[in-house]
């Protein structure tokens, strides 16, 4: 799986947008895009994932540049309760995902 | 719908006794995998299984680890004789293949004493 390069930390502002990136120069073609948060230390709640088109469900927009190798993820409207570490991993259709240290969200009132 | 279920939630264990932990996956899903993380890093693989079938375990420890999931009943993470350094969590997910979406459940700290 390819390696996945993001901020350690960031902070927002609540109600406002949240825009996270994520870089991944050495994905595959058959590799997808995954985001998952881990609240305090709670088990990763899966977010959204897309192979190369932008992606969008109730909880976030996932938007990936032309040539893939890098995309962001979009919390419209941050919330307190949105404050996570956040991990974008790219996983072919295989078996195990490989987590790095992700970006930690603050986001503050 | 039931998410995936772990349990116990909290495991205290001294070392040298052995620590079991149980996973029950989503309604539906056949595959289970095993994380660990240790306190303050991200989620480390450990291994991948299947009904009755180990599918990669090379995330494994080669010594006092394994790992089940038999026909019926949930997938049991086994850990021998533990040491202080067992101490973590770790986490079980489940999808409905081995290319579909991984669904985690809440994880069972273990704490060797």
């Known amino acids: 799986d390819a390696k996945t390069t993001q901020p350690p930390s960031m902070d927002c502002a609540e109600g406002r947008a949240a825009n996270l990136p994520c870089n991944h120069s050495?994905?595959?073609?058959?590799?997808?895009v995954y985001w998952y948060r881990q609240i305090h230390s709670q088990g990763p709640q899966y977010i959204i994932h897309?192979?190369?088109n932008n992606e969008t469900n109730e909880m976030a927009s996932l938007i990936i540049t032309e040539d893939r190798k890098s995309s962001t993820l979009i919390l419209p409207h941050a919330t307190l309760r949105d404050t996570a570490v956040y991990y974008c991993i790219v996983r072919a259709n295989n078996n195990d995902m490989r987590f790095g240290a992700g970006t930690r969200l603050t986001v503050k009132p | 719908n039931a998410g995936v279920m772990q349990n116990p939630r909290h495991l205290v264990r001294r070392r040298g006794q052995e620590a079991r932990l149980r996973c029950s996956p989503m309604?539906?899903?056949?595959?289970v995998y095993w994380y660990r993380q240790l306190p303050e890093e991200g989620l480390k693989f450990m291994v991948y299984?299947?009904?009755?079938?180990?599918?990669?375990e090379s995330g494994m420890p080669k010594e006092r680890f394994s790992a089940e999931f038999p026909k019926e009943g949930p997938s049991i993470l086994r850990i021998q004789q533990v040491v202080r350094g067992d101490s973590a969590a770790y986490f079980c997910a489940s999808s409905s293949s081995g290319r579909d979406t991984q669904y985690f459940g809440p994880g069972t700290r273990l704490t060797v004493l």
């Open positions: 309604k539906g899903h056949s595959h």
């Open positions: 897309g192979l190369k």
């Open positions: 299984l299947q009904k009755e079938n180990i599918i990669d």
């Open positions: 050495t994905i595959s073609g058959n590799e997808y």
